[in-house]
């Protein structure tokens, strides 16, 4: 009989699929992101994280050098954070959040909305980065039409990225990104990024552009997925103070640069003007479970408060403030709040600080650029600084030969670590880019 059992189970497709490696068994039935399946080649099968460490199915370990698209600012596995969503998995993993709450989602909100910038004073829960832009777009919208005075223009920045859904891909700049999508996408008025010799121009194109404007959208500090480009605090300052005098509603996206990425908590503790919304995910989780929110300033709630229904803000997700991730959130604010953390991105700001003298004196690079736990910089190459530089899918090689998750934006290279990286694993990292630069150098790596 037993002979009869092994046969059938090694001739089934549940034993056929068991033999073969994660990777092999991904290429039949998943299509990745940003990703073209054709071309692309094999992903590399992770089993386990640790720290700033990631483990294939082979136990090799590799530097998880970009925090996995941004959002793990504490590592991987992190202990508290698992002990903290088991313990609530116990408890209460969802409910409907439409006339009813939870203590997670309650206590997210009573801790984070203090320490936000300004007078953020409630907040609106949904899923991800896009969907928390979605909510403040039609939070500003909505906003002006409650007031009676409806308005029709926003304002973002050029190589603004802001989401892939339909209303984040609109306030994003036309790119690869879009293209498919263009004329389907609404209107947005795109400027520049202030500088001292654009930044009287930009008020002045603010000044004829408010009676109409719904809302001034921005990146601050850091416009990340548009190639990790860095703006003057003082300039934006500036421009986001008119703003505010010509009446216009402000709105950051502080989904990357939130917790700690740019050196201070939140971006937008450079400014002395205050957004009136603002939309967070990645690093609120730690990098755990997708948790996206949306905050605004009393004013624009008081907004929504009405006898008539039609007032109401029509929004909301199956998860809204799902309970695992609004613990999961919780137990990283306990992480990123403690004075350990804050020394981390001081000790990673200072090394990068260290690299960069490297790098300024290398030919092979330019435009080296920190700000806070962000090193970014081009490889000189033939090609358009750009997303679609072929550059790009020599670089993600060499770097996964190495055992180095750097994900450059085509020419753009950035390191963008978890917080718990060590002095080593940088210094790992720093050489692995030493040793590109070198073939680069040599002719060896070009495109």
């Known amino acids: ?11 089934s497709p549940i034993f056929e699929t068991m033999k073969k490696t994660l990777s092999e068994r991904d290429q039949a039935v998943i299509w990745h992101p940003y990703t073209q399946m ?27 050098a970009t925090s996995s698209w941004w959002v793990n600012i504490h590592g991987h596995a992190h202990p508290h954070i698992a002990e903290k969503l088991a313990e609530q998995a116990r408890t209460l993993q969802h409910c409907i959040f439409a006339g009813y709450t939870h203590e997670p989602a309650v206590q997210l909100a009573e801790r984070l909305l203090p320490i936000l910038p300004g007078k953020q004073q409630k907040l609106f829960y949904s899923d991800n980065g896009s969907t928390a832009v979605e909510v403040a777009m039609k939070m500003a919208i909505q906003y002006w039409h409650n007031l009676g005075s ?18 984040a891909m609109s306030i994003s700049a036309r790119s690869v990104f879009t ?28 000044t004829s552009l408010a009676p109409e404007t719904i809302a001034f959208i921005f990146e601050p500090l850091v416009q990340g997925a548009g190639g990790m480009l860095m703006y003057s605090a003082s300039l934006m300052d500036q421009l986001l103070a008119h703003c505010k005098e010509e009446g216009m509603l402000l709105i950051a996206d502080e989904i990357m640069t939130g917790f700690g990425r740019t050196g201070r908590n939140f971006a937008c503790q450079y400014f002395n003007t205050a957004p009136d919304i603002m939309c967070l995910s990645k690093g609120l989780t730690g990098g755990a479970i997708a948790l996206g929110v949306t905050t ?3 004013n624009i709630y008081n907004a929504f408060l009405s006898d008539s229904s039609l007032k109401t803000l029509f929004h909301g997700h199956s998860y809204t403030a799902n309970s695992l991730a609004c613990a999961v959130a919780l137990a990283s604010l306990d992480i990123f709040l403690d004075e350990k ?11 990068h600080l260290q690299f960069k003298t490297f790098l300024s004196q290398c030919n092979e690079v330019k435009n080296v650029r920190i700000q806070g736990t962000i090193l970014a910089f081009e490889v000189v190459s033939s090609g358009e600084d750009t997303y679609t530089n072929n550059l790009a899918k020599y670089l993600h ?14 020419n753009t290279l950035y390191i963008l670590p978890p917080y718990c990286i060590t002095n080593e694993q940088l210094d790992t990292v720093y050489q692995g880019i030493r040793d590109l630069l070198s073939l680069v150098a040599q002719g060896e790596l070009q495109a």
């Open 150 to 167: 409806p308005r029709k223009k926003i304002i973002a920045f050029k190589n603004a990225y802001h989401g892939d859904t339909f209303g």
């Open 38 to 64: 054709q071309t692309a080649p094999a992903p590399i099968g992770i089993v386990r994280g640790e720290g700033a460490l990631l483990f294939d199915e082979e136990e090799n370990a590799y530097i998880d």
């Open 1 to 11: 009989m037993s002979t009869i059992i092994s046969c059938c189970i090694s001739k």
């Open 296 to 298: 605004c300033s009393d």
């Open 341 to 351: 953390c804050f020394e981390n991105r001081v000790r990673i700001h200072q090394k």
């Open 397 to 410: 090689q060499y770097f996964k030969k190495k055992r180095i998750m750097l994900r450059p934006l085509g």
């Open 179 to 206: 293209h498919a999508f263009e004329e389907f996408l609404f209107d947005v008025h795109f400027i520049d990024t202030p500088t001292h010799q654009n930044i009287q121009a930009l008020k002045d194109e603010i």
